[in-house]
C-alpha cells in the first residue's frame, strides 16, 4: 500500500497541484491585504471614515459590558458577536479572486483557440497556365479557358 501511494504521491499530476494549492493560499494572503490594507481604507473614508473589520453586532454582552471599540475588545470581553464587517472584507476578497480567476482562464482560453484555429483555406488559386487568379474550385480558368485538374 505504501509503494502504490508514493507512486501516486510522485505523479506529475499531483505535484502540479500541491504546487497550485501552496501558490493559491500565497495568493489569497495578498488579495486579502490588498482588500483590508489598500481598499478598504479608502471605501471607508468615503462613507465616513468607518473600518468594515470593526463592523458587528453583539449578540450577547460578556463579563465586561459594552459598548465595545472593535471586534478584537468585544471578543477579549467574552461577547457573541456578529462579524458582518469582515464579512464584508471576505466577500471583496472572493470577488477578487474569482475575477482574477476568471481573467486567467480567458486568456488561456484565448491562447488556446488561437493554437487550434487552422490555417484558412484561400478561396483563390492561381491558373497554372497564365496565374490569373481563380476560384479555388474552378475547372477551367475564366481568363485563358485552360482546363484546370482539381486539387
Known sequence: MFKEFKEFAMKGN????????II??????????FVSDIIMPPI???????????LFIVLREGKVPGPYSSVAVAKAAGASTI?????INTVISFLIVAFS???LVRSINRIRRQKETPAAVSATKECPY????IPANAVRCGHCTSDIKPS
Open 44 to 54: 471607508g473614508m468615503l462613507i465616513g471614515k468607518v473600518d468594515f473589520s470593526n
Open 101 to 103: 480567476a476568471f481573467m
Open 130 to 133: 497564365c496565374l490569373f487568379v
Open 14 to 21: 499531483v505535484i502540479d497541484m500541491a504546487v497550485g494549492i
Open 83 to 87: 462579524n458582518y464587517g469582515i464579512f
Open 24 to 33: 493559491g493560499a500565497s495568493f489569497g494572503a495578498i488579495v486579502n491585504s
